[in-house]
């Protein structure tokens, strides 16, 4: 048996679990008949029910939580977190407006406890077991927020979070401007979790070494996994997807990513992709293997 840390173990995170039923079935297919390991659920968004269901025939998918405080509306009263929302009492949309917020002083940290907890328990009055957390728009990139979940999940037997810092590479199939800029905000996002990481290994939180996706989010070619794969550092690595149908119940959600949703779920049950990860040794895990 080699050590653990020599071995190359890879998490492919879904996100956005229970968002739309075709974003629950692209999972599910990404786990049955693909390289998808784990998902983060949306606690307060219509196809939750549907994917708390899914997730309890599919026991090898390890599920986490999505915190979302940036789209739709919150589970905790309106009256309880009334600085995480607006004057129609919807999340303010974005992690720069959170930001923003957070710098003037205007969001309060024990309101997004409130909420994180009312999203926790959801997922976990509804039976599930939750392996890790993680967030919508990566909020808890910001470090008050990253304090309110690692200060709260332990309560409720949660040991793992998703660390989205990306080691920034020139890549070569990135000629588009747009996966420049989205490069340039994967490290802005990388600089924020710097903050975090002390904190983090403080409280004993377990995080994958490695995280891969930010930068390559709604631009994925077989190429480019190909590449990812083959140069995978030994520990373990998370890579983040959005697999999806683009189907008219995703017309009717607040989404930028539609098409690539399809793209990624043909990509992550590629047979070309699956050999890939064989060839390379590279042992599939969720985030309760960490």
């Known amino acids: 048996m080699h050590n653990a840390h020599q071995t190359k173990r890879l998490i492919v995170n879904a996100d956005?679990?229970?968002?739309?039923?075709?974003?629950?079935?692209?999972?599910?297919?990404?786990?049955?008949?693909?390289a998808v390991t784990?998902?983060?659920?949306?606690?307060?968004?219509?196809?939750?029910?549907?994917?708390?269901?899914?997730?309890?025939?599919?026991?090898?998918?390890?599920?986490?939580?999505?915190?979302?405080?940036?789209?739709g509306r919150p589970l905790a009263a309106a009256s309880r977190v009334s600085s995480l929302i607006d004057g129609r009492g919807e999340f303010w949309g974005t992690s720069?407006?959170?930001?923003?917020?957070?710098?003037?002083?205007?969001?309060?940290?024990?309101?997004?406890?409130?909420?994180?907890?009312?999203?926790?328990?959801?997922?976990?009055?509804?039976?599930?077991?939750?392996t890790h957390v993680d967030s919508h728009k990566h909020t808890h990139a910001l470090p008050q927020i990253c304090d309110a979940i690692v200060s709260t999940i332990k309560e409720y037997r949660i040991n793992a979070v998703r660390a989205p810092r990306e080691r920034w590479r020139f890549d070569?199939?990135?000629?588009?401007?747009k996966i420049i800029t989205q490069s340039a905000g994967a490290f802005g996002i990388s600089q924020f979790c710097r903050v975090s990481d002390a904190r983090l290994k403080k409280s004993g939180v377990k995080t994958p070494d490695f995280f891969f996706g930010v930068a390559?989010?709604?631009?994925?070619?077989?190429?480019?996994?190909?590449?990812?794969?083959?140069?995978?550092?030994?520990?373990?690595?998370?890579?983040?997807?959005?697999?999806?149908?683009?189907?008219?119940?995703?017309?009717?959600?607040?989404?930028r990513l539609r098409a690539s949703r399809a793209n990624e779920l043909r990509l992550l049950t590629d047979p070309d992709v699956v050999a890939k990860l064989k060839e390379n040794g590279v042992k599939l895990i969720n985030f309760s293997d960490l």
């Open 172 to 177: 070569r199939g990135a000629e588009s401007f």
């Open 96 to 130: 720069t407006a959170i930001l923003r917020r957070i710098l003037a002083g205007r969001l309060k940290i024990e309101e997004v406890v409130i909420e994180l907890r009312a999203q926790i328990e959801k997922a976990l009055n509804a039976g599930l077991r939750l």
């Open 16 to 34: 956005d679990f229970g968002l739309t039923s075709g974003v629950n079935r692209a999972i599910i297919e990404g786990h049955t008949r693909g």
């Open 216 to 255: 390559r989010t709604g631009f994925w070619t077989q190429p480019w996994l190909i590449d990812l794969i083959e140069r995978l550092p030994a520990g373990a690595s998370e890579l983040m997807c959005h697999p999806g149908y683009d189907d008219a119940e995703l017309d009717g959600v607040k989404t």
């Open 38 to 71: 784990s998902a983060t659920l949306m606690a307060n968004m219509p196809a939750f029910d549907a994917a708390v269901s899914l997730a309890k025939d599919h026991s090898s998918l390890g599920v986490g939580l999505h915190f979302n405080i940036t789209q």
